[in-house]
């Protein structure tokens, strides 16, 4: 087959494009493989060490349980309030509905450091300090967004004439959320999920303002780190970030995937 | 013959051997709708009978899905009381009115296996499984589709994705039967087949059932009785021979089937003359005699004959194009006395060679076979 001279042009912007995107994730991750204590890149001979050290660090093992702690309660508490957000919004008309749209997307627009700072004096002035609590709603309302729109997309491809269905067979409106609307709507809630627990893993802006050295999250433990340190422990540990995001992105992707299939009920 | 008795047994409605046998399935008294400023169902006055196959029939926005909804318990009325076996259920929530439904894209749940979908009002009503898998194998040989439970919904053609609604719907033995343009996602063969089929499992489940169709030869062809409706109110409820034969209303005349309107002068409460022309009319309870004298007289096109031009008694007009449709002959004319063209519906192979196009011809008006409206030009 010939190519023509655009289609090459063509094939060599994309590469251009992934390499630029790939390549920072490349150097770092080889320079996490460095046996000097130093970020250099190309390493001049390869050891296991600071992964090592990047496991075994006390800050960074407490900002992974922070984190883990964070992301679990954060992912859950902005399910749960996206998901009833998101329906009331699909289902629904009411007055200010347009207003409470733009309240719970703002956090796509506002800085982080802002929602943090923000966050950071008003706890401060209610006498919260700096804890969990206040972190975990930091993390809610910057990750809300993303669940929303996952939450509503999923609803715009329920047919609403299955719940009239499933009502008109005798099913009273919980059976239908239980056997109708969750079921199909599963997809997009787990993935919604997925999405804000890897958003609210990687959170640093935000972060920064509303933890401590005992509620720090891994992203402000290794910002510290970088601080004091410029071993390759970070790169190190960048490469084990990088794996596992990319592990919930693929499961992430393929419930996506799995919900096109079930939302389609036209067999022709 | 004797095992499909048995095995449809289990499916016919419970309320059929009651006492309540005369007792209306399905009673609409003065219900009004309104969505916003649109009035979307104006004062509706409906009774379907037990084991009736009744047509809702009118243009989109009639309000014909609009009733659908409120008997099915979608929508709330904003006046008057709907009974369903005789029972007020005005204020009962859709899942305790005991009402199958089949929508036009069927809605059947993806999730489910075609057995799980036919059988999920069964477990809703706390039927025991064991009687669930009979019933449901019951339902499924009724649509003809045994052997198809196991199945996922995306894995059927339309056509048996239509049955398993339909089973899912009857497996609960309700107590009215509601279709929602169930044929409108299927091509033209399917279609007709379709029709035969349901019409013939409705007969012999003695189903209550409400249909909603914007088709007229669906409805003219399926329906025991038909309510035709425009702009939210019921226009005439008849059999399809009164709908067709003898239309009360100017839309019902118009939309139901194909019709010519001849511009008429009232001469009696029975006739009307067209050029000259005295003929008598069907209808003639609907020819309001304080109205001014002119009328529209509303003539079907196999009603309508042709004769050479010139005879007497005849109406002056011009061929001006030929349909040839094989059984029959569609010939269009011009005529001064009518609106539009006029179209003759003609038998027989001659038509085609007898009247060439341009020929003058003289139109022949049936002599009572025709309806009059007093001429309002606000129609429809």
Avoid at chain 2, 323 to 350: C, I, K
Wanted: glycine share 8%; charged share 15%; aromatic share 8%.
């Amino acid at each position: 087959m010939n190519r023509s001279p655009l289609d090459w042009a063509l094939r060599l912007a994309v590469v251009a494009v992934v390499a630029f995107l790939v390549l920072p994730a490349v150097v770092v991750v080889i320079a996490g493989f460095n046996d000097r204590a130093i970020l250099t890149f190309p390493p001049q001979a390869f050891s296991l060490k600071w992964f090592e050290r990047a496991l075994t660090y006390d800050d960074f093992r407490h900002g992974f349980r922070n984190g883990l702690i964070v992301m679990l309660w954060a992912s859950s508490i902005a399910l749960t309030v996206g998901a009833a957000f998101a329906y009331a919004l699909h289902r629904y008309d009411f007055a200010l509905k347009h207003v409470l749209e733009s309240v719970l997307m703002s956090s796509l627009i506002i800085p982080h450091f802002t929602i943090g700072l923000g966050l950071l004096m008003l706890a401060s002035q209610m006498g919260f300090g700096r804890t969990f609590a206040v972190v975990v709603f930091c993390h809610v309302v910057i990750v809300l967004p993303f669940v929303i729109r996952s939450v509503y997309i999923s609803l715009q491809n329920l047919d609403q004439r299955l719940e009239l269905a499933a009502a008109s067979l005798g099913a009273p409106p919980w059976k239908v959320l239980v056997t109708i609307v969750l079921p199909l709507l599963a997809p997009g809630l787990i993935s919604g999920w997925l999405f804000a627990a890897i958003l609210s893993f990687n959170e640093f802006t935000g972060s920064l303002f509303v933890t401590s050295q005992a509620t720090q999250t891994l992203p402000v433990a290794m910002y510290n780190y970088v601080r004091e340190y410029a071993d390759p422990t970070l790169a190190a540990l960048s490469a084990i970030y990088i794996v596992i995001t990319a592990t919930l992105l693929t499961v992430a992707n393929f419930y996506l995937g799995l919900g096109k299939v079930l939302n389609v009920d036209h067999a022709h | 013959m004797s095992t499909m008795l048995t095995n449809t047994q289990h499916l016919a409605p419970a309320a059929q051997s009651s006492s309540r046998r005369n007792t209306p399935a399905v009673k609409i008294d003065g219900v009004s709708k309104a969505f916003g400023d649109t009035t979307a169902l104006h004062e509706a006055w409906l009774t379907v009978e037990k084991g009736e196959f009744l047509t809702l029939l009118g243009p989109s926005g009639c309000g014909k899905t609009t009733i659908l909804n409120l008997i099915a318990g979608f929508l709330e009325s904003d006046r008057g009381e709907i009974f369903i076996d005789g029972v007020p259920i005005t204020d009962e929530p859709a899942y305790r009115r005991d009402v199958g439904i089949v929508f036009q894209n069927y809605a059947l749940f993806p999730h489910m296996t075609v057995a799980k979908n036919v059988g999920y009002g069964l477990k809703m009503r706390g039927v025991p499984k064991a009687e669930i898998a009979q019933r449901v194998r019951e339902a499924l040989e009724l649509v003809k589709l045994p052997g198809y439970g196991d199945r996922k919904p995306r894995e059927l053609s339309g056509g048996q994705q239509q049955r398993v609604a339909l089973a899912r719907a009857l497996v609960i033995r309700p107590k009215v039967l509601l279709l929602d343009e169930p044929f409108s996602a299927l091509d033209k063969n399917l279609r007709s087949a379709m029709q035969v089929e349901l019409k013939q499992i409705q007969r012999r489940l003695g189903v209550s059932t409400v249909f909603v169709t914007h088709d007229q030869s669906e409805a003219l062809s399926m329906s025991d009785r038909i309510a035709v409706m425009s702009a939210g109110m019921i226009r005439q409820i008849g059999s399809p021979t009164e709908i067709y034969r003898q239309p009360t209303d100017r839309f019902v005349a118009s939309f139901v089937g194909d019709t010519n309107v001849f511009q008429a002068e009232r001469r009696s409460p029975s006739t009307v003359s067209v050029g000259g022309v005295t003929v008598g009319v069907r209808s003639t309870d609907v020819y309001d005699p304080t109205a001014e004298p002119v009328a529209d007289l509303f003539v079907r096109p196999e009603d309508l004959a042709v004769a050479d031009a010139g005879t007497p008694g005849t109406l002056a007009g011009r061929v001006t194009a030929k349909v040839y449709q094989g059984g029959y002959t569609d010939l269009y004319m011009e005529t001064p006395f009518a609106e539009g063209s006029v179209m003759a519906r003609l038998n027989g192979q001659d038509a085609v060679a007898r009247w060439p196009d341009g020929a003058n011809v003289g139109l022949v008006l049936p002599a009572s076979a025709g309806v009059a409206f007093s001429a309002s030009r606000d129609a429809g």
